[in-house]
């Protein structure tokens, strides 16, 4: 769906309550941003995003900029009414390849440049959440790049928090393009640290093993090393595939399974079933 076709019609407040920087100095910029929403009707979870509204005015007359931010946390107002919304925000910055002048992205920048006390404007929730299943049972393979680990941050939370005692396997892969950029999984903060005890969770780092150039091969390298099991998991009857991040994530996946299913023909008649019984779901961007 086109940005410009996202209902903006009932908007909310948001005050910021905190920002903290979670990737080390010297790497790219990421921030976590926890919000305060006094909306008793407001609730979000995993999967699913926040619209921000920058005021204007912007270039070319637009009277506002609007960009969407997955939850890092899910969202529900507790008795006195109050939601929080957590946001992990990555500032993007990038060059003109005409100009060669650098150009700082809107709302990236609006909300990393944020001090506690500050009031925004947000909408939504948008998209589909990334649903639990109801057979505990049931293995997931969890796949995200960049910030697509935001959802997984949520769902993770919410998915031992709602069920402790999960069964099935859950194998998340994170990719990054280096070790200071894995978020929430570096050595100054790890999230899913509480959850490596448990039996069934396992998480894999997708680091690639060429940090200055731009593409996604880790995750490819990742996902071999473990084939068997990723194997194993996509060809069970109920195993449920999460993705989330930059949209040339896909492209990879299809590649690396097509690889594990044999050919891309057999991937794509796999991916196509999974699909159908709504055990693929995709936050991508
Ligand atoms: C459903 C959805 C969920 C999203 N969730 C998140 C999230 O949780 N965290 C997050 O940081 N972003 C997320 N994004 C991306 C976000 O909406 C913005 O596109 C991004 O912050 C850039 O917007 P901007 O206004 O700062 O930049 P603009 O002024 O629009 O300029 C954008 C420039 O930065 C590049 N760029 C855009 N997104 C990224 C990125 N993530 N990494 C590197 N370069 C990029 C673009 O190619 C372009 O050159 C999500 C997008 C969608 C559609």
């Known amino acids: 769906m086109r940005l410009q076709d996202y209902d903006h019609g009932q908007r909310f407040v948001a005050t910021l309550l905190a920002t903290q920087r979670i990737t080390p100095a010297g790497s790219v910029e990421v921030r976590e941003l926890r919000l305060e929403l006094a909306a008793p009707d407001f609730r979000a979870t995993a999967g699913q995003s926040v619209g921000v ?5 912007h270039a070319l007359g637009h009277a506002h900029h609007f960009r969407l931010y997955s939850l890092a946390a899910d969202c529900e ?23 060669g ?12 440049d944020l001090q506690p006390g500050d009031r ?15 057979d505990p049972a049931t293995d997931l393979l969890l796949i995200s790049m960049g910030t697509g680990i935001a959802p ?90 999460y993705v989330a991040g930059k949209a040339d994530i896909l492209e990879t996946l299809d590649r690396v399974f097509a690889g594990l299913a044999g050919s891309p023909d057999a991937w794509q ?17």
């Not at 509204?53 to 005015?57: K, L, R, S, W």
């Not at 002048?101 to 990393?112: D, I, P, Q």
């Open 53 to 57: 509204i920058v005021p204007g005015p």
């Open 77 to 99: 107002p507790d008795a006195s009414g109050i939601a929080h919304v957590t946001l992990c925000v990555r500032r993007c910055n990038y060059i003109d390849e005409y100009s």
């Open 101 to 112: 002048e650098e150009y700082r992205g809107v709302a990236s920048n609006y909300l990393c």
């Open 120 to 134: 925004i404007t947000i909408n939504g929730p948008f998209g589909l959440p990334f649903e639990i299943p109801a």
């Open 152 to 241: 997984f941050r949520a769902f993770v939370a919410g998915l031992y928090r709602r069920h402790p005692d999960w069964q099935g396997k859950v194998r998340l892969f994170h990719g990054a393009m280096s070790g200071l950029e894995l978020l929430y999984m570096n050595d100054e903060r790890d999230d899913f640290g509480e959850y490596y005890d448990r039996a069934t969770f396992q998480a894999f780092k997708a680091l690639s093993p060429r940090p200055h150039w731009a593409d996604p091969i880790a995750m490819d390298y990742a996902i071999e090393e473990r084939a068997a099991e990723v194997r194993e998991m996509l060809a069970g009857e109920s195993c449920r595939v």
């Open 269 to 285: 008649e796999r991916k196509e079933r999974l699909r159908a019984e709504r055990r693929w779901f995709e936050l991508v961007y």
